[in-house]
């Protein structure tokens, strides 16, 4: 094996980046709320909850470039916002749940 099929095969070996990766953060007079999400690859329906007048952040990478996020409870049926690559939400609204697609 010569030296950059050995190296190739090792950054393959220890990759562990991630694909995609969601912030939200509220600041209130009652307090901060924030939450992180983050995976590898396409994700469906997820159930979350983050409150109205948070600021979400999204961050995507081939294989998982898009964030939908939905307002409607227990439902990922009505897209409220759509970002795709990197971007950002301001919630006027509560957001109940979101997908992440290629």
Known sequence: MNLTALTVA???????????????QKLSWSGTWSG??????????????????????????????????YNAKGSCSRVYRTVQGVGDINASDNIYGFTVKA
């Open 10 to 24: 090792l950054l393959l070996g220890i990759s562990t980046t991630t694909a995609w990766e969601l912030r939200a």
């Open 36 to 69: 992180t999400w983050s995976g590898t690859n396409p994700q469906g329906c997820t159930a979350f909850n983050i409150p109205k007048g948070a600021k979400i952040r999204w961050s995507g990478s081939t294989g998982a470039r898009t964030l939908q996020v």
